[in-house]
T-cell receptor, first 114, second 110 residues
Framework: DAGVTQSPTHLIKTRGQQVTLRCSPK?????VSWYQQALGQGPQFIFQ???????QRGNFPDRFSGHQFPNYSSELNVNALLLGDSALYLC?????????????FGPGTRLTVL | QKEVEQNSGPLSVPEGAIASLNCTYS??????FFWYRQYSGKSPELIMS????GDKEDGRFTAQLNKASQYVSLLIRDSQPSDSATYLC??????????FGKGNQVVVIP
């Protein structure tokens, strides 16, 4: 049973650049949520994708955008990178129609902005 | 008021003892609650879910939920060095969004 996968594992960018992170959900899951985890903090919800549409969004600026593909995989794009965007970016997949609707996280992408 | 409050100060427990972790949340509408374990440099791993008031046991872990008090706790019995990690409480808010606190850091001393 394939778990959630994310790529790349690590990424170093400079201020002002753009980045794309990728996520493949756990087998059978159709919903992908993205979270940002700064050092020493808990994960913060960025947005959630279901049926190729953004269904919910957290308190993040429009520089953060995403996409979901027909195979349920997802991308997170961040434009005009700031130093404060340095964080661990986590993707979580779920199947909301299940009663327990648990979210399972991938290994994350560590983004460093210099 | 923060969405989720956890005492993030390190909790040191001797090996074999019980670790007790607490969490309060602000949204009275939350119906589902999750505990994740996160090792340093790794991603969160789901260890417990609880949906009804009372206790739920799974191996050495017991989750306790009191919706009236907006309180969730996690007990780790017979603590092992491998339990040393940060434990994240996550109620589900709104439409499938998880809200996280800073986490409780647990250090098990051999």
């Amino acid at each position: 049973d394939a778990g959630v996968t994310q790529s790349p594992t690590h990424l170093i960018k400079t201020r002002g650049q753009q980045v794309t992170l990728r996520c493949s959900p756990k087998s059978g899951h159709d919903t992908v949520s993205w979270y940002q985890q700064a050092l020493g903090q808990g994960p913060q919800f960025i947005f959630q994708y279901y049926e190729e549409e953004e269904r919910q969004r957290g308190n993040f600026p429009d520089r953060f955008s995403g996409h979901q593909f027909p195979n349920y995989s997802s991308e997170l794009n961040v434009n005009a990178l700031l130093l404060g965007d340095s964080a661990l970016y986590l993707c979580a997949s779920s199947l909301p129609r299940l009663a327990d609707n648990e979210q399972f996280f991938g290994p994350g992408t560590r983004l460093t902005v210099l | 008021q923060k969405e989720v409050e956890q005492n993030s100060g390190p909790l040191s427990v001797p090996e074999g003892a019980i670790a007790s972790l607490n969490c309060t949340y602000s949204d009275r509408g939350s119906q589902s609650f999750f505990w994740y374990r996160q090792y340093s440099g790794k991603s969160p791993e789901l260890i417990m879910s609880i949906y009804s008031n009372g206790d739920k046991e799974d191996g050495r872990f017991t989750a306790q939920l009191n919706k009236a008090s907006q309180y969730v706790s996690l007990l780790i019995r017979d603590s092992q060095p491998s339990d040393s990690a940060t434990y994240l409480c996550a109620p589900r808010y709104g439409n499938n969004r998880l809200a996280f606190g800073k986490g409780n850091q647990v250090v098990v001393i051999p």
